[in-house]
């Protein structure tokens, strides 16, 4: 396969490099995380087709056998020698296992077990790929990690800044906005200009193994499974009472970890009227408190508290306006952001949905990510505080994640 310079090429995918560029590239060593997906296959072909000297790492996060008896890692792991062979790229494999273990999953499901629904994606990158496999690059001798992320890096100030993908709908920054911004100025996101169809697009044009291969979904290198059978397996059942907001018993639920805010699906509560949804939990009662109506006034709050901050930019002060999601199909929505000493006081411009805590809430200013914290307090929601919602209908905003 032909790797010499080619700009034309190159252009098509918005790409600009001068020939000076690509020779003087060919000194500049870059590994590049790849999982076994389309994403960290192309991220690694781009910078093939830009002269770097390019290394393959993949990574053994979890180690488990499926009932067929196959390793998902282990295929994962297939699919990335492929590519790399393609690429003509060296490759090797480490083990994180233990890491990713103590690191992330022991404070998922000690989150869980308290009875709060955490975001185990956020902390694999601030304690997996972006902390030890960034050090393990670095050993191998990288001037640069490069992931498949989709989100790009500013250049333009004094330092390197994590700015949102072209592709709104692809764009990863909220998964994000925990890493040390210290890393920010020895990473590459190669992909994080291009919308998901050309890179599909790319995977096809250079045949890669990859190409046609799903995109993965679930949780961070444990994949998509049944998650109330998954987490049985590490947190023992505690049945506890559904209650309506007036504490009226209403069946029964299997433990107070296994639902989240919003949720509609799986708590098997019938009868007439409309749906229910979960919009508060009691773990000390072991309750959990459902509401009639995807649009019910319980479900709502103006403002969040958050805590476990960390900004990717100079740290603000005082009170400031910006946007903010508080999970990542939402869109930005505005707010005023108040500093404290160890925490932010959020109030948003409209009730935001089912907000919940140990969740992030992440910040930006046009299309930089500020960074982000904890949820640790909700505001009364508009129950509480016997208020209406603005208007008759569900805001627009929430309409698909509703659905979803």
Not at 166 to 186: P, R, S, W
């Amino acid at each position: 396969m032909d790797f010499s310079f080619n700009p034309e090429l190159l252009a098509s995918y918005g790409i600009s490099l001068t020939a000076e560029e690509f020779k003087a590239n060919a000194a500049t060593t870059v590994v590049v995380g790849m999982s076994g997906g389309v994403d960290s296959s192309v991220a690694a072909l781009i910078l093939k087709l830009q002269g770097y000297r390019v290394i393959a790492l993949f990574m053994k996060n979890w180690d488990e056998t499926s009932a067929d008896g196959t390793c998902p890692a282990d295929l994962d792991y297939q699919d990335v020698i492929k590519v790399c062979e393609k690429l003509q790229l060296p490759y090797y494999s480490v083990n994180f296992v233990k890491e990713y273990w103590d690191g992330v999953f022991t404070e998922f499901l000690s989150d869980y077990r308290s009875g709060f629904t955490p975001n185990p994606d956020i902390l694999c990158n601030r304690e997996i790929k972006f902390k030890v496999f960034f050090e393990r690059a670095k050993l191998l001798g990288a001037d640069f990690l490069a992931t498949g992320h989709y989100c790009r890096i500013d250049a333009t100030g004094e330092a390197p800044r994590l700015a949102k993908a072209v592709d709104q709908n692809k764009d990863q920054t909220y998964f994000l906005y925990a890493i040390d911004k210290k890393v920010l100025g020895e990473v590459l996101f190669p992909i994080g200009h291009l919308p998901k169809p050309k890179v599909r697009e790319l995977a096809t044009r250079f045949e890669l193994a990859t190409s046609t291969k799903k995109d993965s979904t679930g949780i961070c290198f444990i994949g998509e499974r049944n998650f109330k059978n998954f987490l049985s397996q590490y947190i023992e059942s505690s049945k506890g009472n559904f209650v309506d907001t007036k504490g009226k018993v209403l069946g029964q639920h299997d433990g107070t970890c296994f639902y989240t805010l919003g949720q509609r699906k799986g708590m098997g509560i019938g009868g007439p009227g409309e749906a229910w949804f979960v919009v508060a939990k009691d773990h000390q009662k072991n309750e959990v408190i459902l509401a009639q109506g995807q649009d019910h006034p319980a479900l709502y709050a103006d403002g969040l508290w958050a805590g476990e901050l960390n900004w990717l930019v100079r740290p603000p002060s005082g009170t400031f306006r910006c946007r903010a999601k508080v999970r990542y199909r939402q869109a930005e929505q505005d707010c005023t952001v108040t500093v404290l000493e160890q925490q932010v006081k959020v109030v948003f411009d409209r009730p935001q949905r089912a907000m919940t805590p140990r969740q992030s809430v992440v910040f930006y200013l046009e299309d930089i990510c500020l960074g982000g914290g904890i949820i640790s307090e909700i505001a009364p929601n508009y129950a509480e505080q016997g208020k209406a919602l603005p208007g008759s209908a569900l805001p627009e905003v929430f309409a698909s994640e509703v659905q979803a």
